[in-house]
């Protein structure tokens, strides 16, 4: 069965870091477009970053500048850097990917993979 475990979720005040991972249970996701998006409590799940196999990587204006997105295929991981974490990054962060083999995206894509998410709630 394909898996995406989220971890690296927690509380923490305005400005820290934090570093979130999620791990695929096969081995074909290191060719798939993978990513990360976000619920916060009462909107809409929204797109965060995306990394194609190849490196190429896209952020939503939010969070540019701010978050870093990077996989390891050889451990198949993906991880995203949190820095000068704001209030407003509070929400559950889901782990995503897209089973098209070999495919370069631009921007977001529609997840066939799901993690289970992972809290971050930053305060002010």
């Known amino acids: 069965q394909v898996q995406l475990v989220e971890s690296g979720g927690g509380l923490l005040q305005a400005g820290g870091s934090l570093r979130l991972s999620c791990a695929a249970s096969a081995r074909i996701f290191r060719m798939y477009p993978m990513g990360w998006f976000r619920q916060a409590p009462g909107k809409e799940r929204e797109f965060v970053s995306s990394?194609?196999?190849?490196?190429?990587?896209y952020y939503a204006e939010s969070v540019k500048g701010r978050f870093t997105i990077s996989r390891d295929n050889a451990k198949n991981t993906v991880y995203l850097q949190m820095n000068s974490l704001k209030p407003e990054d509070t929400a559950v962060y889901y782990c995503a990917a897209h089973s098209a083999y070999g495919k370069v995206v631009a921007g977001t894509f529609e997840p066939d993979y799901w993690g289970q998410g992972t809290q971050v709630t930053v305060s002010s």
């Open positions: 990394i194609s196999w190849n490196g190429n990587t």
